[in-house]
């Protein structure tokens, strides 16, 4: 089974940035897509960011230009940058690990962004 431990949420003005992080421990084989998802109050869960093994990234256009995906392979991290923060990014922000046959959820951080 594989552990996934998100952090790095918390409380930041609108404009201001936060750092998440996720790691993935278990058995762990393979690490294939990592992902960022949020589900805003009264929203459905939508996918931010999502980064494959090769590197290869993709974003929601609401946070295209703002946000930044990236990970560490030998550490089985993923990061997401988020700069200039709107109150409309305030949600809990999930991370999904796609290691075969697992696909794993942490539990959440929450993202706040208000004045």
């Known amino acids: 089974q594989v552990h996934v431990v998100e952090s790095g949420g918390g409380l930041v003005q609108p404009g201001g940035s936060l750092r998440l992080s996720c790691a993935a421990s278990?058995?762990?084989?393979?690490?294939?897509?990592m992902a960022w998802y949020r589900r805003a109050p009264g929203k459905q869960r939508e996918l931010v960011a999502r980064?494959?093994?090769?590197?290869?990234?993709s974003y929601a256009d609401s946070v295209r230009g703002r946000f930044t995906i990236s990970r560490d392979n030998a550490k089985n991290t993923v990061y997401l940058q988020m700069n200039s923060l709107k109150p409309e990014d305030t949600a809990v922000y999930y991370c999904?690990?796609?290691?075969?046959?697992?696909?794993?959820w942490g539990q959440g951080t929450q993202v706040t962004v208000s004045s």
């Open positions: 278990g058995s762990i084989g393979t690490v294939n897509a």
């Open positions: 980064i494959t093994a090769g590197g290869s990234t």
């Open positions: 999904n690990v796609v290691a075969p046959p697992f696909t794993s």
